[in-house]
């Protein structure tokens, strides 16, 4: 069974810096994907990156990238420039490549992010 | 911008009481999912369903909880009777197919559940 481990409960970063959210995950399959969510308190989860793991390139958005590395079944996430509306709950999660019954979305356990001014 | 609607959004009740969460998901999107939460845990799939069937109920207590999504549409989740143990919030999401593999779930605010 596939599983997903965040190590880190709760981190913090000063606005304007730079902060990276660990994840490992462990899988037996060779294609899938990964993605970050994001939880603001009291609002619904969005998503924040997808990576698909037959891809080498690392995904960008904006402010947010990833480190994939498939070998060692790592995703980090890297924000960039910090700002108070990133502070949130932070999922990193899996999902298998086809779709159907494993299409569910397999979550750590977070990591709380606090953006300090 | 859609989005995945839910309510109530908070509901207190007393265990061996029944409670049911309803969930209008994005228009279009074939496949809705509900996700319960635990206090310092990630989302766990509870069921799946693709239109009206369910492709993926492994992870629900059948004994207590209860799905449908009757026109494949909108969806009721229900639990009877309620325990301590059910208190969580209570996840709705969306998605369009899950046979693209660009899908991309979209969630709900949720419904928070405290069983007293």
């Known amino acids: 069974a596939q599983t997903v481990t965040q190590s880190q409960p709760e981190m913090s970063v000063q606005e304007a810096e730079t902060v990276t959210l660990s994840c490992t995950y462990d899988t037996s399959e060779s294609d899938y994907y990964l993605f970050w969510y994001k939880q603001p308190p009291s609002r619904q989860m969005i998503l924040v990156i997808r990576?698909?793991?037959?891809?080498?390139q690392n995904a960008t958005e904006n402010r947010f990238s990833v480190n994939f590395q498939k070998a060692a079944k790592s995703f980090s996430l890297k924000i960039s420039d910090s700002q108070l509306g990133d502070a949130a709950m932070y999922f990193c999660?899996?999902?298998?490549?086809?779709?159907?019954?494993?299409?569910?979305?397999?979550f750590g356990t977070g990591t709380l992010l606090a953006v300090q001014p | 911008e859609a989005e995945v609607a839910q309510s109530p959004r908070y509901k207190i009740t007393e265990k061996s009481q029944a409670v049911a969460f309803w969930c209008d998901p994005i228009?279009?999107?074939?496949?809705l999912y509900w996700y319960r939460q635990i206090l310092g845990q990630g989302p766990e799939l509870l069921v799946q369903?693709?239109?009206?069937?369910?492709?993926?109920d492994s992870q629900l207590p059948k004994d207590r909880f209860s799905a449908e999504r009757l026109k494949g549409v909108d969806s009721t989740l229900k639990i009877q009777p309620a325990e301590l143990g059910d208190s969580a919030m209570y996840l709705c999401?969306?998605?369009?197919?899950?046979?693209?593999?660009?899908?991309?779930?979209?969630f709900g605010p949720g419904t928070r559940l405290t069983v007293l």
């Open positions: 990576q698909e793991a037959y891809k080498q």
């Open positions: 999401a969306s998605s369009l197919s899950p046979l693209a593999g660009t899908d991309t779930q979209y």
């Open positions: 228009s279009g999107h074939a496949t």
């Open positions: 369903f693709q239109d009206e069937s369910v492709v993926d």
């Open positions: 999660a899996y999902r298998g490549f086809y779709g159907g019954a494993t299409n569910k979305l397999i």
